[in-house]
């Protein structure tokens, strides 16, 4: 039987486990990114296992989330990633190299090596063939620790390209597109293997947008084969000699398949508040537009930005729109600004700013209420852009900016103007903005830590009885951006617990840290989907700190639910989804004999929660490995890695 990409990499790495769908394997990590804003707690954590020295190959610290520096905040983080990078021999990207997932895809993803990233969309480096997984912090920090990540085998779904993309439609429409079918949970436990013919018309760059927005799918992480286009992209880059050919088994067998028409794909749109809320540039209309962000981790290859000012060039940004543009990274903003592409920008009307993640985390350049804007980001969540009442649609890049130019929402097959056809250019390799721990180690390093950075929450061990009182019944697809959200405001305290679970759910329910501080001991219902999104710990932390002992929902997004069993909150799933509607705010649960249900859970038994406000009883079911229960039992991921140290 022939194997698929994702199986022989995952086979090639296989340390521990049976590789076989849903059984608990543990893979050897070859590389690691961290950004900023998940970062501080990743190197706190790293710190308090107290290592002597990284297990990876290769780890790398962006800083790209929060550059902004509004106060000494930012500026700290920053400067204490720098000194636990130098420590523990992590390579430092300053603020301005540009967004990590563009970064690492053109310096270093190699195919066939496994990366684990401390950020949701790090299945970027899918386009190059690797495997690629966003994790929580403390995975990550384990994964430099140990070079060890463990994960429940995902099924593989094949996702067959037929024929050629036509002018005007691109790989943003092929991710939008695939959304469409299988919706923001249809990847969960999956991973997404790219074939068929349409893949050589693809470049790794139009390749990476679709890895990064299979994270959009829920999915374990995306992958393409690795190819000529490939060799020829790291030749681009000065390291051809990272290329290695691989492929699928032509007779592989997936567990479902997929079928794209690439000839037949139009130009589309997620619409608000849901990236899987798609529907065509031309059903949905000549819309207003009044702003027009480009850039963010899926859309701000050279490749990209030069389509845009390919399509800029000459004209001018419409009255009524704000046009901003924040290239992927320092080498493609300077390539730009060589061959003069960037003031075909800027002289169209254009805002430039930071290579960084910018407007895609509300990080600045948030709507005006009651805006439409278009952005060629990944996350269209209410709130995300920092206005409440904006609607935000998804779009690829030449969508964006030609409806920049019109002022309405346009569908670029319609408008008559010819695309030219960007040619790769060579990079020249150019690391300046890059700090190397040479010379530097624990012992003549140390870490600097300003006075905004605060220890993290710990949990303590399993009680026999769990009692805590229902503080939140949320609906289905809540995001982690809905648990703690990030904003300008906000993203310069993601290293003080504290502080920031003072705004835990605080879109959808102000209440909610204070209900929490009355209950002592609090309990969150959710529906399906619960904890989609972003990777950041903080949705499980601010939880811990505020009490949370556990969560009941429908079902859970991938990596919320390892953050919530790391931090020793148990995430537990109806056994009939019906009992959802029976609760209501203040009922009190129990959990009894919480430690031997918990174990029992290995053997496929239930957990019972009782209502002790409804008289009522719910069987729930988790499905826990053995790792999973032995964290729940130590009360989280890092009081068992002392106890094994
Ligand atoms: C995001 O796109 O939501 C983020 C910000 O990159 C997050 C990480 C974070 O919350 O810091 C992610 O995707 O994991
Ligand atoms: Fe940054 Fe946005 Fe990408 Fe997250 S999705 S890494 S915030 S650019």
């Given amino acids: 039987m022939g194997k698929t990409l994702a199986y022989k990499i995952l086979e090639a790495h296989l340390l521990e486990g049976e590789l076989k769908a849903g059984e608990e394997i543990t893979i050897k990590i070859d590389q690691t990114l961290t950004q900023d804003s998940t970062g501080t707690m990743v190197y706190l954590q790293l710190e308090a296992m107290e290592v002597d020295s990284i297990k990876t190959e290769l780890s790398v610290a962006y800083i790209d989330h929060n550059t902004l520096q509004t106060g000494f905040e930012n500026a700290d983080d920053h400067e204490f990633i720098k000194s636990v990078a130098r420590r523990h021999g992590v390579l ?11 970064l690492h895809l053109e310096n270093y993803g190699k195919p066939g090596k496994t990366l684990l990233g401390s950020d949701s969309h790090t299945p970027t480096g899918g386009g190059l063939g690797m495997i690629a997984i966003g994790a929580g912090g403390l995975d990550v920090a384990v994964a430099m620790a140990k070079g060890t990540y463990s994960l429940t085998a995902p099924k593989v779904i094949n996702v067959e390209l037929k024929g050629k993309l036509r002018p005007w439609v691109s790989a943003k429409d092929i991710i939008l597109y695939v959304l469409q079918q ?20 693809l470049s790794v760059t139009d390749r990476a947008t679709i890895t990064n927005m299979g994270a959009e799918l829920g999915a374990t992480t995306s992958i393409f084969p690795s ?48 990236p899987d809320n798609v529907e065509t540039v031309e059903k949905i209309g000549k819309i207003k537009i009044d702003q027009v962000a480009i850039g ?43 061959n003069g592409a960037l003031a075909d920008i800027i002289n169209a009307g254009a805002r430039v700013i930071e290579n960084a993640c910018g407007p895609c985390i509300g990080m600045g350049q948030s709507p005006k209420s009651g805006a439409v804007s278009l952005r060629t980001f990944n996350r269209n969540f209410k709130g995300r852009s920092g206005t409440n009442d904006a609607d935000i649609y998804l779009v690829s890049p030449e969508t964006a900016a030609i409806s920049a130019i019109e002022g309405v929402l346009t569908d670029g097959t319609a408008c008559g103007l010819e695309l030219p056809q960007i040619e790769p250019v060579d990079f020249a390799p150019n690391d300046n903005f890059v700090v190397y721990p040479e010379g530097c180690n624990k012992a003549n390093t140390d870490v600097t830590m300003g006075p905004n950075i605060k220890p993290f929450p710990r949990n303590t061990s399993l ?25 300008s405001r906000l993203l310069p305290y993601r290293s003080n617990i504290p ?32 904890g989609q999104g972003s990777s950041r710990e903080h949705a499980a932390l601010a939880p811990l700190y505020l009490g949370i ?11 919320h639910r390892s953050n919530l069993i790391n931090s020793g909150i148990l995430p537990l799933v109806f056994d009939d989804p019906a009992d959802y509607e029976t609760f209501d705010l203040g009922d009190d649960l129990v959990i009894e004999n919480a430690r031997d249900q918990v174990a029992a859970q290995a053997d496929g038994g239930f957990i019972i929660v009782k209502n002790v406000t409804k008289g009522l009883e719910y069987k729930t079911k988790s499905n826990f490995s053995a790792l999973e229960i032995t964290m729940i039992l130590n009360g989280g991921k890092i009081n068992t890695i002392k106890e094994e140290m």
Avoid at 92 to 102: A, E, L, R
Avoid at 549 to 559: G, H, P, T
């Fill in 92 to 102: 430092f990207s300053k603020p301005g190299n540009g967004i990590c997932h563009q």
């Fill in 182 to 201: 299988l919706s923001v949970k249809g990847g969960v436990g999956k991973i997404v293997e790219y074939t068929g013919d349409g893949v050589k018309s």
């Fill in 227 to 274: 190819d000529e286009n490939t060799r020829e992209y790291l030749k681009s880059e000065g390291r051809e000699e990272d290329y290695t050919s691989l492929a699928a088994d032509p007779d592989a067998v997936y567990d479902e398949t997929l079928i794209v028409d690439l000839n037949a794909l139009v130009p589309l749109a997620a619409m608000p508040h849901s």
């Fill in 296 to 338: 963010s981790c899926t859309n701000s290859s050279y490749a990209d930005l030069m389509k845009v000012a390919a399509i800029l060039k000459g004209k001018k940004v419409a009255p009524d729109v704000s046009l901003v543009i924040s290239p992927g990274s320092s080498k493609i903003m300077a390539k730009m600004a060589s």
């Fill in 463 to 487: 009680p026999e009885e769990v009692k805590a009182r229902v503080v939140l019944h949320a609906g289905d697809n809540i995001t982690t951006d809905d648990i703690m959200p990030s904003d």
């Fill in 499 to 530: 502080h920031l679970s003072e705004f835990c759910f605080e879109k959808i329910d102000k209440g909610f840290p204070g209900r929490c501080h009355e209950a002592g001991n609090g309990a969150i219902v959710g529906g399906e989907n619960y």
């Fill in 549 to 559: 002992k556990f969560v009941l929902a429908k079902s859970f997004a991938r990596i």
